[in-house]
């Protein structure tokens, strides 16, 4: 099925609409703690589809910032989901490999080189404790882990490529019959690595055929392009290999490496470049202590494997967890969010502009070893710690 300009502008703007309204959702303080990350990933779908239609209608620069800000809300979305972890379904764990394959993917397509790079080297330090957690339950979670972790190496030219192609390929010897997709894909990147195009453009047209199967005949724009294979093609391009397929479903706004000098633009009344739909301070929570006193606890993630240390205390937008500016980041923050309490809220303002305030750091961990955290911790401006080992095993 072939659509109109006017068919696909009008996509477009139901799409902006759309978007715009998400936004409003996080600026009104809507967004409950616990639906942040089916939010984050609703954003990240939500540019998929701007990023999508503004290359079928030609406009380079847009389509390649909305991809960008996929992959910034799909990385969002995995932070939130480990935040979390002792929270949610265990699905959401299980779902990780594909959720950082989806932002490899759009960053490759922003063309943002740094971008990337963060992205890339966030998947690559996936821990194994997935593989721990979800290899014996899961026939398909192996080859999702090491899928995602060497179309990142492949991205950033990493040289732990081969041993990581090595174990995807492995990993794939556990399926008694495979898919088109894990028949194809393995067999693709290890002609990027190899340097092979005969052989990559093989395994592209059989990449093509079992995504354009995923949706023959969409009769909705957003669901036309075939954003992942244009990423797979941008991949081997980046790696000298010219490999190509002619298609509809492959608009060369996606595809092109020059920016044109009469790039189209549409007409948005959104800033893509300057919108937030995540907190500045990451997932904190309130509470009182046992003397009733207004406690803030800031979440960080750590793998495990070895000791917690002051410096696994990362800086959020507002400043590092629980220093002062953090601190009172997050109080302003409560203040407009609906998920806080008004009254606890107000205690714990006046307990942090009276020195009072307790500040508690919560690990969130998904290994389950004897290690805990150093001396170091003592350093920060931290009352109390807790430690969630195995917090993805608890549900």
């Given at each position: ?38 939010y984050?990933?609703?954003?990240a ?13 030609g ?8 991809f ?47 971008l ?55 990993s ?39 995504y ?26 980046r790696?000298g290999l ?24 549409l ?9 937030q ?11 009182r202590?046992?003397?009733?006193r ?38 302003e ?41 150093d ?21």
């Amino acid at each position: 099925m072939t659509f109109t300009d006017d068919e696909i502008r009008a996509c477009f703007e139901d799409e902006v609409d759309e978007t715009k309204k998400r936004i409003r959702w996080w600026e009104n303080g809507e967004v409950p703690t616990d639906g942040t990350t089916t939010y984050l990933y609703a954003v990240a779908r939500q540019f998929e589809y701007l990023g999508k239609l503004a290359a079928l209608l030609g406009a380079v620069h847009q389509s390649r910032t909305c991809f960008g800000e996929v992959a910034k809300c799909y990385l969002a979305h995995i932070e939130a989901c480990r935040l979390r972890r002792d929270m949610t379904e265990q699905a959401k764990w299980n779902h990780e490999p594909q959720m950082f394959a989806r932002a490899v993917n759009a960053a490759v397509l922003s063309r943002d080189e740094e971008l990337l790079a963060n992205v890339a080297a966030a998947t690559l330090a996936m821990d194994e404790s997935y593989l721990d957690a979800f290899t014996e339950s899961s026939l398909s979670a192996p080859a999702r882990y090491y899928n995602a972790k060497v179309k990142a190496a492949i991205a950033i030219d990493d040289k732990s490529v081969r041993a990581l192609l090595t174990n995807l390929e492995e990993s794939l010897e556990r399926f008694e019959e495979k898919s088109p997709y894990w028949e194809a894909i393995p067999v693709y990147y290890r002609a990027l690595v190899d340097g092979s195009e005969s052989a990559a453009q093989t395994s592209l047209s059989e990449l093509y055929d079992y995504y354009a199967a995923e949706e023959p005949d969409p009769d909705d724009p957003r669901w036309f392009v075939l954003h992942h294979v244009c990423a797979h093609i941008v991949l081997a391009r980046r790696r000298g290999l010219r490999v190509s397929r002619k298609s509809g479903r492959l608009p060369e706004a996606l595809l092109r490496e020059d920016m044109p000098a009469d790039d189209t633009e549409l007409d948005v009344d959104v800033d893509l470049d300057a919108f937030q739909v995540t907190s500045d301070v990451g997932f904190f929570e309130l509470e009182r202590d046992e003397d009733d006193r207004p406690v803030i606890a800031g979440r960080i993630y750590h793998p495990g494997g070895e000791p917690v240390s002051a410096d696994d205390v990362p800086e959020r937008e507002a400043g590092r967890v629980l220093s002062d500016e953090w601190v009172a980041a997050a109080l302003e923050e409560a203040t407009w969010r609906d998920a806080y309490d008004d009254e606890l809220v107000a205690d714990a303002t006046a307990a942090f502009e009276d020195g009072t305030v307790g500040r508690k750091l919560v690990v969130v961990q998904d290994r389950t070893d004897e290690h805990t955290f150093d001396e170091s911790l003592a350093e920060l401006p931290v009352d109390d710690v807790t430690l969630l080992k195995g917090a993805g095993r608890r549900r």
